[in-house]
């Protein structure tokens, strides 16, 4: 059983950044309408997006020459938003990128090595000692599961600080030559974008911002086919099962309700619901499997109609505009998220 112990960690800041062009769906699926007939709209019409930001104009897509030029695209734009969005969490947390101890970097969209956050090192200044942890192939559920990890390690070190680093570039794994169910629901759902997550430990803290009181992960056995990539010559293909929804309706509930259990809570405790949104079918799914009212998954379908599916970012803008917009004090949190495994990630917060 998971307790709440002492050297609880907070969040201290969380940054979102977007690459600048901007475009409504209608647009991006005029872009598209080249390798996708007019069945493509009825999956437009029912993401739930309204406009998204991508990595790059939309008349450079058609001209990709493959997945060397699309990996390199990957590189600039991922190093530049994710600088932009470190420096300004660290500017929100009253911190500088010396005072970093820890970086944790996700992303599942892009291939580098050194990883991100060695390249960000000399731009940022980070301290030659920085411990890094780069993460790769969780997908969504990796910006709750990346503050899950930061709080495990301040737990053990509860003077220093530590950072999560999410960056997604979606649209530059599209695949012109597939025509399945599964790319047409991911060239009409996913978006483009970066966040940072500053967290301190407990003799640190002094931010207003949630602690981190727990976490669980759970990973669901004979589900790895329903979400990910095949990675091949062409670069990233989707993986995309319409199972999803399913798992969340078969686990989700039963998941939660021990997780909040074990903490003397209940769904009707929870004050911020942080949910990751995978879509209208999933955030549905949610909904229905913890009996939620209508409303507490408003910021969820805001971030969704606002910026597409950003994978593991889009639980980081969540709780972003959850940070921007607190409960009263005293109010307790859940941060959800779902990616590829299948797996779970939860996370108990407090105001």
């Known amino acids: 059983m998971d307790t709440i112990t002492p050297n609880i960690p907070s969040v201290a800041a969380v940054a979102v950044e977007f690459p600048p062009h901007r475009h409504s769906q209608d ?67 009253g911190l500088t990128a010396a005072d970093v101890d820890i970086v944790f970097s996700t992303t599942v969209t892009g291939l580098a090595v050194p990883t991100l956050e060695a390249r960000l090192a000399n731009r940022l200044g980070l301290r030659a000692d920085v411990k890094r942890v780069p993460l790769f192939g969780l997908g969504c559920v990796a910006g709750a599961a990346g503050v899950a990890r930061m709080h495990d ?14 960056v997604e570039l979606c649209s530059l794994t599209i695949q012109r030559d597939d025509h399945s169910v599964a790319n047409f629901v991911a060239a009409s759902l996913f978006g483009d974008g970066a966040g940072a997550v500053i967290a301190t430990g407990a003799d640190r803290s002094s931010s207003t911002g949630p602690r981190v009181l727990a976490t669980r992960s759970r990973f669901y056995p004979d589900t790895e086919d329903v979400m990910g990539w095949d990675i091949g010559s062409t670069g990233f293909r989707i993986k995309l099962s319409v199972e999803v929804a399913t798992v969340v309706e078969k686990y989700l509930a039963d998941d939660v309700g021990k997780f909040l259990a074990d903490h003397g809570l209940s769904t ?11 879509g209208p079918k999933v955030i549905e799914a949610v909904e229905g499997a913890l009996d939620l009212p209508s409303s507490a998954l408003d910021r969820t379908r805001t971030s969704l ?20 917009d607190p409960p009263p004090p005293g109010s307790t949190g859940l941060m959800i998220a779902m990616g590829p495994g299948f797996c779970s990630e939860l996370v108990l917060l407090e105001w």
């Open 268 to 278: 009707g405790d929870i004050s911020a619901w942080v949910c990751h949104p995978g």
């Open 305 to 324: 109609r606002r910026n597409g599916n950003l994978s593991s970012v889009s639980v980081l803008d969540v709780l972003r505009n959850t940070l921007a």
């Open 27 to 93: 647009e991006v699926m005029a872009s598209l309408s080249d390798f996708a007939g007019p069945e493509f709209a009825r999956f437009a019409a029912n993401s739930g997006v309204a406009t998204r930001q991508l990595a790059l104009p939309l008349s450079r897509y058609p001209t990709l020459g493959g997945f060397t030029e699309a990996n390199d695209a990957y590189l600039d734009v991922a190093l530049d938003l994710s600088e932009r969005a470190l420096r300004s969490g660290l500017d929100q947390a």
């Open 153 to 166: 390690y301040l737990r053990a070190f509860p003077d220093q600080v530590a950072v999560l680093i999410a």
